[in-house]
């Protein structure tokens, strides 16, 4: 069970396209809903439920369909929806990477002067407030009329949220599991002149000047204000609100949002959001009723929930499986990017999102997909992997320039498009990084056996990671070398952080990696291409072990704990080394 990451308060962090000219909102149409009784497998005690609001954003109840995410907490008396959407990306380059190679960082670490790298490597992403994720707006509706909240529910089973007030109200939520679009609704509101103060309102973040940011120790960075956009455009018109948010080199993303009010007693409505990036929305062009679209959508849970089911001793611990599951279900969809930092929940406090809510694949965005294999969850595994291999050919530059080989590395910390952040070079230019990314092409081909996907990813990508880090080890006294190893996060940012020999983190992976190289040469009918990524793993060291087990390094113990417990990757994920089998294949 994966344990995800989170900030020092505990809280979740989650860890979540060609140009076009012009992008149009198509009609946005209202799916009616009324919600009936499912049983799923998902039991009903692993549902959330609390007595109130929340009254954080990074608290709020959450929901998503992989592209588009929404938080549900209060703010100032009002009921807000965060709203987001995964590709929404401010991606000006801040770091010049052909400032920086490997071979000129490693000779300024042997001659203990780093300042020169930190300033070229780290500056950038610690003082421009772009390359970031971008929070879209969110929607707001004043329900002081309505009496206390008596019950705060996400049902995991159908990803349906539910708040029940005093009054008798009635409001809910969903986001549809397989159209971009999300849905809302207010029913038994006992006096129909209450329905005007319910209409929802749209409250939008400032881009474009220097706000005070909230502090709400979420490892906001600075104000959104810093990105420096024109102002957006709100356009409001009966039953509809329409904003307009340009960004940065003439692009931009809308909101759309729409409402109607049914009866004497019910509001409803929907949102979505979209940028001049994305091809036009696949909405449905008349008006579609309830039993065919929440229908639609409760069969995507109903078969999400029914891939998989365990039964712990622990119910709390249960609970939080499915719970994580429930997340996974939310944020992973084939065809929507990979899972970010915050994925579809980019921090809603005007600030720009933790640590910019960027792909940081030094852990965070490996582990979040961890439940998909032994889950059965190879759908919603798919977009780690073809993500990767849609940034590949940037991949491929970034590893020519960078560290002047042929084959495959990818940043540790990168944009959507696959571009290096820097920030902590020890890290966010790690020299393993490819061999971590390869074990999913690994793992979706040996949990599929799918031959197709063997021949025309996993095949080549592994190949091209184990080529890579062939080239930039060295060989001396029969024994591989990597130049500079480091492990996720021993000793921040200073030069300590870097080792002159193999930590266990990097020598894992290299172990690995060579070992599925071999592996899966082999299955695609290469026996000499097999033999060849078995004699280089041959030539890797042992793991560095003394009194107190497996070691950071030679020399350096594991003196202090840490949410990166790098030394181990040889027992977990990587699954090299067992109790059983001290040595790995």
């Given amino acids: 069970m994966r344990k995800p990451p989170s900030d020092s308060g505990g809280r979740i962090l989650l860890s979540a396209t060609t140009e076009k000219s012009i992008f149009l909102f198509n009609t946005l149409f209202f799916i009616f809903f009324i919600v009936p009784n499912i049983k799923a497998q998902s039991l009903p005690q692993h549902r959330l439920e609390f007595t109130k609001l929340a009254s954080r954003w990074d608290e709020g109840i959450p929901l998503g369909n992989g592209m588009l995410g929404s938080l549900a907490w209060e703010k100032n008396g009002k009921l807000r929806l965060s709203l987001d959407r995964a590709d929404l990306w401010d991606e000006r380059k801040a770091l010049d990477i052909s400032k920086l190679n490997f071979k000129w960082v490693e000779q300024q670490v042997l001659k203990n002067d780093y300042k020169p790298v930190q300033k070229i490597g780290d500056w950038p992403y610690d003082n421009m407030p772009y390359p970031t994720k971008l929070p879209a707006a969110a929607l707001q509706f004043d329900i002081k009329c309505l009496g206390t909240v008596i019950s705060n529910q996400l049902e995991i089973a159908t990803a349906l949220h539910s708040v029940k007030f005093s009054s008798g109200v009635v409001f809910q939520s969903y986001i549809h599991a397989t159209q971009q679009a999300g849905y809302f609704s207010f029913d038994h509101i006992p006096d129909e002149n209450l329905i005007k103060d319910l209409l929802p309102k749209l409250d939008v973040h400032n881009y474009n000047s220097g706000a005070a940011t909230e502090s709400d120790n979420s490892h906001a960075g600075e104000g959104l204000g810093k990105l420096g956009y ?231 990508y592994v190949h091209d990671a184990a080529v890579y880090l062939e080239n930039i080890t060295r060989l001396k006294d029969g024994v591989r070398k990597l130049p500079l190893s480091s492990s996720p996060e021993y000793n921040d940012n200073s030069v300590n952080a870097w080792f002159k020999d193999w930590t266990n983190y990097d020598l894992s992976l290299a172990r690995f990696l060579f070992s599925a190289a071999s592996e899966i040469a082999k299955a695609s009918g290469k026996e000499v291409e097999a033999i060849h990524w078995k004699k280089i793993l041959g030539e890797l060291p042992d793991y560095n072990v003394n009194e107190t087990g497996l070691t950071v390094a030679p020399g350096q113990s594991m003196e202090l704990s840490h949410r990166h417990f790098s030394p181990y990757m040889a027992v977990y994920p990587l699954a090299l080394l067992d109790v059983n089998q001290p040595k790995d294949k």
């Fill in 230 to 460: 024109a102002k957006g455009n709100i356009k409001e018109e009966e039953h509809t609100i329409r904003y307009h948010q340009p960004t940065y080199n003439g692009r931009f993303f809308e909101v759309l949002v729409k409402w109607k009010k049914i009866g004497k007693d019910k509001l409803t409505g929907s949102w979505t959001i979209s940028d001049n990036q994305s091809a036009a929305l696949s909405l449905p062009q008349q008006l579609i009723t309830n039993s065919d679209e929440w229908k639609n959508h409760v069969k995507w849970w109903k078969d999400f929930w029914g891939k998989s089911s365990v039964k712990l001793p622990d119910e709390l611990i249960e609970k939080q499986y499915y719970l994580e599951l429930y997340k996974l279900g939310s944020v992973s969809r084939k065809g929507a990017p990979a899972i970010t930092l915050q994925a579809v929940w980019t921090a809603d406090n005007g600030s720009l999102p933790p640590w910019k809510g960027d792909f940081h694949n030094d852990l965070n965005t490996q582990l979040s997909y961890w439940p998909a294999y032994t889950g059965n969850h190879l759908q919603e595994a798919v977009s780690f992997t073809d993500w990767l291999w849609k940034i590949r050919s940037v991949s491929l530059q970034y590893t020519k320039q960078y560290f002047g080989v042929d084959g495959l590395n990818v940043p540790g910390v990168v944009t959507l498009n696959g571009d290096p952040m820097g920030g902590w070079i020890q890290y966010s230019l790690s020299p393993t990084v490819s061999a971590w990314c390869a074990q999913y092409f690994y793992w979706q081909w040996k949990y599929s056996m799918d031959d197709r996907f063997l021949q025309q990813k996993a095949y080549p």
